[in-house]
């Protein structure tokens, strides 16, 4: 009894051991199991979607299975036979390419344009044969692998022969295009400089032309001057020296008080007997009381003499007879100068220079009028307002004319300055009369001889050119063409030391020549009264300026 009592409890405690075992041999059973179901269940609903839409790939967790089961029903040679055919078109966009590089660098009769075109045709041409396309390109054909090897044994010759043409073209084209490039920047450029040039002449012109502060400020002040003290300026008769022609005359027409008082102060300070000098300035009427106020407050120094006068006081210089007043009333030139329309500034900037309204100015004009002014004068000098002297120039009188009326200075050199650049040498009548070639010479400093002026009747022959040129057919506006005209073959050429010009537009006139000239001009828009004169010729002017003269001082010239 003993023993099977111990039998028993042993028997008992080996019991849970074994359950334990067969408990976890049951639960890995179970899972794989499990998973092998799962597994089967995933091929079993995913097998007839694939056998009815193949080309459809699944949007979830099935792509990978259907990507296999693609690529196991895929045919190799379709295969083989996409990447020909996109190798043949890769090339046939690079030859396209290089076929517009040579259109575009005007090579379209080019050997290299036409072998391009030729070459990019035959690439085109290999897929729509009919024993490729009937072999290789039919949808429901199986691709036949000996017309797939020759398809594409043909497309690696011709890649062969495109990359050796591009690599023979290449670093041309590439040149050529760089050559392209440049010149369309070049071109840009220009057009940039143009228009920068254009902006620049239009704003140095109104700078020219305009009226400075200081100088409007000058003006004021005189006219003040003389309205408050009018017992001072009383008008004082003629004096005899005006028309005495022994004495050595000079003629300024200008509305710029400083100028003139350089003009004669220049003149004055380098006469050695000035008080045989004589000055006939002439302005306009809305000028004539400053500069009356001005020449009464500030005598000339050595006994010189100087008569102001405005043009009106002038009184045959009308309509009637003067044909640029005549032009400058009717409405066909008054439409011309005076109408606003932006374009006509800024077309052209040489006429845009001509348009503007000085050049049919009286004061401009009055130079081919000097006898009929000064009737009792054999000779006169004219000055511009704009020279300064720097020599006595009574040495002018005693040069023999030889019977010409105009002595000056000729500006020609080369082919530059000659007659054919200021007339219009396509119209008949200037064609016949005059010589393209001739030297043309310089406004500013001219002698005059009036008597031969009278004898030669220059005044008619300007007043017969004018009258023809009311529509500006035989030169553009100014006085330098119809002087030209006037006194052609009547001029008497003077040595250049008289009279040097350009101070007003080129900075590389030479000072010992400067030095030497006894006159100096400063033709072009650069005034040396203006901010933009140029700075190495502006103090030639200013040592002349009259800084004393109290309003000077007051309307701050900045000299």
Same mark, same amino acid.
């Given at each position: ?11 008992g405690a ?23 179901l ?15 839409h193949?080309p459809?790939?699944?949007s979830?967790?099935?792509a ?40 575009k ?7 290299q ?13 290999l ?9 290789l ?12 090897r ?10 062969k ?20 490039k ?6 840009a ?64 027409f ?17 006469a050695?007997?000035p ?6 300035v ?6 004539i ?50 109408e ?9 900037? /040489?006429n ?9 100015s ?9 006898p ?10 004219f ?11 009574t040495g002018?009188?005693?040069i023999d ?23 219009n040498?396509? /119209? ?23 008597d031969?002026?009278?004898?030669e ?48 537009y ?14 100096? /001009?400063y ?14 010729y ?18 701050n010239?900045g000299?």
């Amino acid at each position: 009894m003993a023993v099977a009592v111990r039998g028993s409890r042993g028997g008992g405690a080996l019991a849970p051991g074994l359950r334990n075992f067969f408990s976890y041999r049951i639960f890995v059973s179970a899972m794989f199991c499990l998973l092998f179901l799962a597994t089967l269940s995933v091929i079993l609903t995913s097998h007839p979607s694939t056998s009815h839409h193949d080309p459809a790939l699944p949007s979830v967790g099935n792509a990978y299975v259907q990507r296999t089961f693609l690529a196991l029903k895929s045919d190799p040679l379709k295969t083989r036979l996409d990447l020909i055919q996109k190798q043949a078109n890769d090339h046939i966009a690079l030859v396209n390419a290089y076929a517009g590089y040579a259109r575009k660098l005007k090579l379209d009769i080019s050997r290299q344009l036409r072998m391009f075109d030729d070459l990019a045709r035959n690439f085109s041409e290999l897929s729509i044969r009919p024993n490729y396309k009937s072999a290789l390109f039919e949808p429901e054909t199986a691709v036949d692998e000996d017309v797939l090897r020759q398809f594409e044994k043909e497309v690696k010759e011709k890649v062969k022969v495109a990359r050796l043409m591009i690599g023979e073209t290449k670093e041309s084209y590439d040149n050529q295009l760089k050559i392209q490039k440049l010149k369309d920047t070049i071109f840009a450029v220009n057009e940039l400089l143009i228009k920068a040039k254009k902006n620049g002449a239009f704003a140095s012109l109104i700078s020219a032309k305009s009226v400075p502060k200081s100088l409007h400020c000058l003006a004021m002040r005189l006219v003040e001057e003389r309205i408050s003290h009018p017992e001072k300026y009383k008008e004082e008769p003629p004096k005899e020296e005006f028309e005495d022609p022994t004495l050595y005359h000079y003629a300024i027409f200008s509305d710029n008080v400083i100028a003139v008082s350089v003009v004669v102060r220049s003149v004055v300070k380098n006469a050695q007997e000035p008080w045989k000098h004589v000055f006939h300035v002439v302005t306009d009427r809305m000028n004539i009381a400053a500069m009356k106020v001005w020449f009464r407050m500030r005598p000339v120094e050595g006994g010189a003499h100087v008569e102001v006068k405005a043009v009106e006081d002038y009184t045959f210089l009308n309509s009637s007879y003067v044909p640029v007043l005549r032009q400058l009333e009717s409405a066909k030139m008054q439409k011309f100068y005076f109408e606003n329309k932006a374009e006509n500034a800024t077309k052209d900037v /040489h006429n845009m220079k001509f348009r503007n309204p000085k050049y049919l100015s009286m004061l401009n004009h009055l130079r081919f009028y000097l006898p009929e002014m000064y009737p009792k004068l054999h000779k006169i000098l004219f000055l511009d307002d704009d020279v300064v002297v720097q020599k006595d120039l009574t040495g002018l009188w005693n040069i023999d004319l030889d019977g010409k009326v105009n002595g000056a200075v000729e500006t020609c050199f080369g082919s530059f300055h000659r007659y054919s650049q200021y007339l219009n040498f396509s /119209h008949p009548l200037i064609r016949e009369k005059f010589n393209p070639k001739a030297c043309a010479w310089a406004y500013g400093m001219n002698i005059f001889d009036l008597d031969a002026w009278r004898r030669e009747k220059c005044t008619e022959q300007y007043h017969y050119w004018q009258n023809l040129n009311e529509d500006r057919a035989l030169w553009k506006l100014g006085t330098l063409p119809p002087g030209l005209i006037t006194f052609y073959s009547t001029t008497k050429s003077l040595d250049k030391s008289w009279h040097v010009l350009g101070l007003g537009y080129n900075p590389s006139i030479s000072m010992d020549e400067i030095n030497k000239a006894a006159v100096i /001009h400063y033709n072009g828009n650069m005034k040396p009264w203006l901010d933009i004169a140029m700075n190495q010729y502006k103090s030639l002017w200013t040592k002349y300026v009259d800084n004393d003269m109290e309003f000077v001082q007051m309307c701050n010239f900045g000299l």
